[in-house]
């Protein structure tokens, strides 16, 4: 839905990722953010992701739409 609504912008949007420890506990976690253009003036926090300490196993931290 936000890719839809960015493609229909006439500015182009962008999509960053950034590996941040965001709990300390020595684990980087992805985040994904992403811009529609102009209409706003930063990016929007859409998807974050761990992995698992115990199995390795990648983990959603964000809810899907």
Sequence with gaps: MVVT?????????ST?????DMDG???DELVFA????NIFKDYMITDIYTISKDDGQVIRLTDGL
Excluded at 5 to 13: D, I, L
Excluded at 16 to 20: G, R, S, T
């Design 16 to 20: 960053v990722y950034a590996y941040y």
């Design 5 to 13: 609504y960015a493609r229909s912008q006439t500015n182009p949007a």
């Design 34 to 37: 992403f811009k529609p253009g």
């Design 25 to 27: 506990n020595g684990v």
